[in-house]
């Protein structure tokens, strides 16, 4: 299906006066800024604008501009439904089942696999984060910008490259970012806030992994288990980028983080270094899904099973072993 154009999108939301903005589940960087970012535009235009997450709603994100508001607002009655950041209504759990309800809805995404089931869509799967189209729509269609946006925006930026390590990289990758700071974004203190403000349980818990590495050819792999998370009475939100530690190997290619949240629950975040090696498609064949360098899933089994039977799927999918 056809994209719209993003001055099309940005006549919808100058057209109506209030807007439901959702993001997925297990909210990331990226999907925290550009529910916010956009929204604050939105509210600039005196829009009525509330926030939807899937809960639990990740504390590492506090700092950024009406996350307090986040689920707070009721859904009913709102003119336009939009959702940022993820491929299929799916990703919102529960809140799938609102989405359709709307008699407007919107869809802006940067995932190649996302199957454009909004009323308008635009995606766009070279883009660095779902916050550069953010700047992009705001920058084609005259929405307001200021810094509490910027550093919305710019902390979707920062946390989908990896701080610009991963190979999503590219030139408008770093045009965007020097643009948002032009408009008041604050690299050092959303750096701060992000990567140098670690809970007890999180360095505990990347003690653990970090210790239990496993090679095998070119994949480097670790796990925590469900003991591990309660003996720290930890929670998900702890093992937030343990798998990058994991990808720093050297001679790795494939990096795998394998979490168990629940008894036959085991989340899973994949990592490659090189351009031409697509975890996502390894994320796929589980129902999850990302990009070709950082991706996720859930396996619904014994933590056991799901490190073999994950291991046995990237040395198949990427190696054709």
Same mark, same amino acid.
Do not use: W
């Given at each position: 299906?056809?994209?719209?154009?993003?001055?099309?999108?940005?006549?919808?939301?100058?057209?109506?006066?209030?807007?439901?903005? !959702?993001?997925? @589940? $297990?909210?990331?960087?990226? =999907? /925290?800024?550009?529910?916010?970012? +956009?929204?604050?535009?939105?509210?600039h235009l005196d829009k009525?604008?509330?926030?939807?997450?899937?809960?639990?709603?990740?504390?590492?994100?506090?700092?950024?501009?009406?996350?307090?508001?986040?689920?707070?607002?009721?859904?009913?009655?709102?003119?336009?439904?939009?959702?940022?950041?993820?491929?299929?209504?799916?990703?919102?759990?529960?809140?799938?089942?609102?989405?359709?309800?709307?008699?407007?809805?919107?869809?802006?995404?940067?995932?190649?696999?996302?199957?454009?089931?909004?009323?308008?869509?635009?995606?766009?799967?070279?883009?660095?984060?779902?916050?550069?189209?953010?700047?992009?729509?705001?920058?084609?269609?005259?929405?307001?910008?200021?810094?509490?946006?910027?550093?919305?925006?710019?902390?979707?930026?920062?946390?989908?490259?990896?701080? !610009?390590?991963? @190979? $999503?990289?590219?030139?408008? =990758? /770093?045009?965007?970012?020097?643009? +948002?700071?032009?408009?008041?974004?604050?690299?050092?203190?959303?750096?701060?806030?992000?990567?140098?403000?670690?809970?007890?349980?999180?360095?505990?818990?990347?003690?653990?992994?970090?210790?239990?590495?496993?090679?095998?050819?070119?994949?480097?792999?670790?796990?925590?288990?469900l003991k591990d998370m309660?003996?720290?009475?930890?929670?998900?939100?702890?093992?937030?980028?343990?798998?990058?530690?994991?990808?720093?190997?050297?001679?790795?290619?494939?990096?795998?983080?394998?979490?168990?949240?629940?008894?036959?629950?085991?989340?899973?975040?994949?990592?490659?270094?090189?351009?031409?090696?697509?975890?996502?498609?390894?994320?796929?064949?589980?129902?999850?899904?990302?990009?070709?360098?950082?991706?996720?899933?859930?396996?619904?089994?014994?933590?056991?099973?799901?490190?073999?039977?994950?291991?046995?799927?990237?040395?198949?999918?990427?190696?054709?072993?």
């Amino acid at each position: 299906m056809r994209n719209q154009s993003l001055i099309e999108i940005g006549n919808v939301l100058k057209k109506y006066e209030s807007f439901a903005i !959702f993001s997925h @589940a $297990n909210a990331d960087g990226d =999907a /925290f800024g550009s529910i916010l970012g +956009l929204g604050m535009s939105l509210k600039h235009l005196d829009k009525k604008v509330s926030y939807f997450l899937p809960e639990p709603v990740p504390k590492a994100f506090a700092f950024l501009r009406d996350y307090d508001l986040i689920n707070k607002a009721h859904i009913n009655g709102t003119d336009v439904g939009i959702l940022l950041d993820a491929s299929d209504i799916d990703r919102i759990n529960e809140f799938g089942k609102h989405f359709n309800t709307f008699p407007v809805t919107i869809n802006i995404d940067h995932h190649i696999t996302n199957n454009h089931f909004a009323t308008y869509n635009y995606v766009d799967e070279n883009a660095a984060s779902t916050t550069s189209i953010i700047l992009e729509l705001i920058e084609k269609t005259n929405l307001p910008i200021d810094k509490d946006i910027s550093n919305a925006l710019y902390t979707g930026l920062i946390t989908d490259t990896g701080s !610009f390590h991963y @190979a $999503n990289v590219n030139e408008n =990758a /770093f045009l965007t970012a020097a643009k +948002l700071v032009k408009y008041g974004a604050e690299p050092a203190y959303i750096a701060r806030e992000i990567f140098e403000e670690d809970t007890p349980a999180h360095l505990k818990l990347a003690g653990i992994a970090l210790e239990r590495i496993t090679i095998k050819g070119k994949i480097v792999f670790s796990y925590i288990s469900l003991k591990d998370m309660n003996e720290l009475n930890a929670t998900e939100e702890d093992t937030e980028g343990i798998v990058d530690l994991i990808r720093k190997y050297k001679g790795a290619e494939v990096a795998i983080l394998f979490k168990e949240v629940k008894e036959d629950e085991v989340r899973v975040s994949l990592r490659s270094k090189e351009k031409n090696i697509s975890v996502k498609e390894v994320a796929v064949m589980f129902g999850g899904g990302g990009h070709n360098a950082a991706a996720g899933c859930t396996v619904h089994t014994s933590l056991y099973e799901a490190i073999k039977s994950v291991i046995a799927a990237v040395q198949e999918k990427v190696y054709g072993i």
